[in-house]
């Protein structure tokens, strides 16, 4: 059993920044697929980037690339998600989720994650 725990959140105005972070606890390895989603009031969760546990692949939505970087810390068991020059419309609760195998395809889609976090709250003020 993996656990998943968020921090990070908080309001911003446009263009500022924030660094999101996912601990893992529990049985931990190197063979998860690591994905930040969020989810906007009204709307589905929605995929913003992943990475490989051992940290050589990376996946990234169209709307956050260059913006947004994802990354690993083996040492501290946490992923983070890097997030600069922000827009109201990266408002949302953001969510860690993790896969419990490394396929070749890093996956979009929020049902095929076996593990998530409580979330946390990001705010863009425009």
């Known amino acids: 059993q993996v656990q998943l725990v968020e921090s990070g959140g908080g309001l911003v105005q446009t263009g500022g920044s924030l660094r999101l972070s996912c601990a893992f606890s529990?049985?931990?390895?190197?063979?998860?697929?690591v994905a930040w989603f969020r989810q906007a009031p009204g709307k589905e969760r929605a995929f913003v980037a992943a990475?490989?546990?051992?940290?050589?692949?990376?996946l990234y939505t169209d709307s956050v690339k260059g913006r947004f970087t994802v990354s690993r810390d083996h040492a501290e068991n946490t992923v983070y998600l890097q997030m600069n020059s922000l827009k109201p419309e990266d408002t949302g609760v953001y969510y860690c989720?993790?896969?419990?195998?490394?396929?070749?395809?890093?996956?979009?889609?929020?049902?095929?994650?076996?593990?998530w976090g409580q979330g946390t709250q990001v705010t863009v003020s425009s």
């Open positions: 529990g049985r931990t390895g190197s063979s998860y697929t």
């Open positions: 990475i490989r546990w051992s940290g050589e692949y990376t």
């Open positions: 989720a993790a896969l419990e195998t490394v396929p070749v395809r890093m996956p979009r889609t929020a049902t095929i994650y076996d593990y």
